[in-house]
């Protein structure tokens, strides 16, 4: 039972969505709201390009006169709805004219927590500047609020500045702090050192985040666990690295959920996942097919990575080298068909590869030009000129000289020589330096035409009216997927396998993440999500055992790895946050105490 008459919620990506922090509040939003009603606010970072598409304006109301007094800061507020499940209340903060009080913001926390942000630019002022604006919000709508018992919570260090001013000023108010992953975890996690064998042996201090270059985000991030009423975390996983990194243990763990209700039946998946997929095998035509004929099953196996770009966080480097061992493999025993693997890991591109786009709307322009047949001769049409032969036998008869004439000059137009690209897009920089491409090649993933294992690397975000794969969102393409591969070192939580779950699909995910943890707890022995052992191994013997999975994969029989879907999906009905917010409601009742 709730204690608390009001609950705000503050995040720099509410309205602002960035990564997985976003997922979290996004889909928790609707069992708040039904949990606090009209009692729950959320505040989040005023960003002009996505409050566009995710934030309805409302007529401020009893929020006008606290708007007019922070505008004479240089604080702009804008009140109205996030547009997400449960649409709760939300202001969003515009800081862009309070920046001028950046260095005295930062005096203040210096003279208060003793946080060195010395050396700290544009990717702390920004947010510490609008959380101390935050900070002011919040200690106004309390003084409107007299007598209401409230809960605040802030997520992350990126919100901590509002925590540590209502600390400071001694604002009637409790107060959760959650770390969803620690910035100095992260950064030596990232270089590649070995952070869990650190944490073991509790080899890690603040000195170290000034050899990162990160100790005005990570003192802020310990300032807050330690200011707060209720400190939490996200996992287990989390929990162990906070108590040595930040020096305190969580009060509460706030284990991640997902609206599962919203996700569609398995039923309505398997319909779907033959829909989008029929898309995504297009797509692949059309890349592949102009260079050399693809060698596809009746089921073609098509898996895929996401997540930020962390090459080493999130295990890319081993699943490239797990993927080379199975293309070694398949290719000596002659395996019979190709698989596809999508390795979706946003960078910054410059726009789609020429060569591929002009292969993508060469597939389409074929398509069209037998669209006036039936649908069995359509596809013979097709599929006859993507691999360079004209039409024989039963669909032959259906064509005219004129028909014959067309179709040889789409063979030849749609026809390339040499290898087909690694990448489906042109990058900013050189591509020879990039980690993905360089790793493919390393391991002997080129595309070629006997290579059992084909890659694309596609480092952009999947949205409407994408001129390459004809599908409107990321969810929409890893429905069309066999499954997600996510062989990750560094995961605080794991929604890329989370989300896959939810979404009928297999997936990898380690030891190391906490999904995977929450699954060794609950399910251990579910093989719809496959937890890769990586504590206490070599990176090659990690690369083998997923190479092995992969393969398991590949040549499994349809209706086992359908079997194994459904399997996957049930384990995401324990994390419905219908179930999780217990635990949301345990750290705000404890933290009026």
Request: with cysteine.
């Amino acid at each position: 039972m709730i204690k608390a008459d009001m609950f705000i919620e503050v995040s720099y990506e509410i309205g602002n969505k960035v990564g997985g922090i976003y997922t979290v509040l996004s889909t928790k939003a609707r069992e708040m709201k039904k949990i606090y009603g009209n009692g729950y606010l959320t505040i989040g970072y005023y960003n002009p390009g996505k409050s566009l598409f995710e934030f309805e304006p409302k007529n401020p109301g009893e929020y006008s006169e606290i708007f007019n007094e922070l505008s004479k800061l240089g604080i702009k507020c804008y009140f109205g709805t996030w547009a997400v499940n449960g649409q709760p209340d939300t202001i969003l903060i515009d800081v862009k004219n309070f920046m001028k009080s950046k260095n005295e913001i930062k005096s203040k926390f210096w003279k208060w927590y003793k946080i060195d942000s010395l050396r700290a630019g544009y990717d702390y002022d920004d947010p510490i500047v609008w959380s101390y604006a935050a900070g002011l919000l919040i200690e106004k709508i309390i003084e409107k609020n007299k007598g209401k018992k409230i809960v605040a919570q802030f997520h992350e260090w990126l919100s901590g500045g509002a925590l540590l001013y209502l600390k400071k000023i001694g604002a009637k108010l409790g107060t959760v702090f959650t770390t969803h992953a620690t910035i100095l975890g992260r950064s030596i996690a990232n270089s590649q050192k070995p952070l869990h064998q650190m944490i073991k042996s509790r080899s890690i201090n603040d000195k170290d985040a000034y050899k990162y270059g990160v100790e005005a985000k990570h003192l802020t991030e310990k300032a807050c666990a330690h200011a707060c009423d209720v400190f939490t975390t996200v996992s287990d996983v989390t929990a162990r690295e906070a108590d040595v990194i930040l020096g305190i243990k969580p009060d509460v763990i706030l284990i991640n959920g997902l609206d599962i209700p919203s996700f569609p039946s398995m039923e309505e998946l398997s319909y779907l996942h033959k829909k989008h997929k029929e898309e995504i095998i297009k797509f692949i035509k059309a890349y592949f097919q102009p260079y050399y004929n693809l060698r596809l099953s009746n089921d073609p196996r098509i898996f895929f990575i996401s997540g930020r770009y962390e090459f080493h966080n999130k295990g890319i480097d081993v699943f490239i080298e797990a993927l080379g061992q199975v293309n070694r493999k398949l290719k000596s025993e002659r395996y019979p068909y190709d698989s596809f693997f999508l390795i979706l890991v946003p960078s910054d591109v410059h726009g789609e590869n020429p060569s591929v786009l002009n292969s993508v709307l060469m597939y389409n322009e074929i398509e069209k030009f037998s669209e006036n047949v039936s649908n069995d001769v359509k596809e013979m049409i097709v599929d006859s000129i993507i691999k360079k032969s004209l039409p024989q036998n039963k669909i032959k008869s259906f064509l005219t000289s004129k028909y014959n004439i067309k179709m040889k000059n789409y063979i030849r137009l749609f026809s390339k020589e040499s290898t087909p690209p690694l990448c489906a897009y042109d990058l900013n920089y050189d591509e020879n330096n990039d980690s993905v491409i360089k790793s493919l090649k390393e391991n002997g993933l080129l595309n070629h035409e006997d290579d059992r294992v084909k890659v694309i690397f596609y480092p952009t975000y999947i949205k409407q009216a994408d001129k390459l794969i004809t599908l409107d969102s990321y969810y929409d393409l890893i429905r069309g997927c066999s499954g997600g591969i996510f062989p990750s070192y560094y995961e605080p939580w794991g929604y890329t396998p989370h989300e896959a779950a939810a979404n009928g699909l297999v997936s990898i995910t380690t030891d190391y993440s906490g999904f995977g943890i929450f699954v060794m707890k609950n399910r251990p022995k579910a093989r719809g999500i496959r937890i890769l052992r990586r504590s206490g191994k070599s990176d090659n013997e990690i690369a083998l055992d997923l190479a092995n999975e992969i393969e398991d994969f590949i040549k499994m029989s349809k209706s086992k790895i359908g079997i194994q879907k459904s399997e996957a999906k049930m384990i995401t009905d324990m994390t419905d946050w219908s179930i999780l917010a217990e635990n949301y409601i345990k750290a705000h009742n404890l933290s009026l105490h």
